[in-house]
């Protein structure tokens, strides 16, 4: 079963990001901060990760920074209520940009569609995030 990370510090964004994935069959992981999100990934890599542009301990961007280097072909697909600027090229480890709030059929979409490249690679989590 393919899993599906998705970092949030708001439980009803959570909330629909499993109602929404979990009836396409996939696993639906959460965490409300980047801590937290380090802690699951000691046990678990996902094969998409959701993250939030603002979470209670750092930026999105700084845990793709972060997470990159131990995971280089995770795909992170970065979630923002208020965007107003989009980097070009995208920062390291992340392969797009959703605003919040956003349709239920967009957010599926992209996730199948990173899915579907099935790119797989080594577990290179050695428990030092």
Known sequence: MKQ???IDDEPS???VVRLALEPLGLSVTE??????ALLVLRD??????LLDY?????TGIELAHLLYPQF???PVILLSASWDWEPTPLPTGIIRFMTKPFRLRELQA???E???????FPLHNSGTL
């Open 4 to 6: 599906v990370l998705v």
């Open 13 to 15: 964004i959570r909330q």
């Open 31 to 36: 965490a409300a901060s980047a801590q937290a």
């Open 44 to 49: 678990v890599v996902p094969d998409v990760v």
């Open 54 to 58: 603002r979470l209670p301990d750092m």
């Open 72 to 74: 280089p072909q995770l």
């Open 110 to 112: 992209a996730v199948t």
């Open 114 to 120: 990173q899915l579907a490249r099935d790119v797989t």
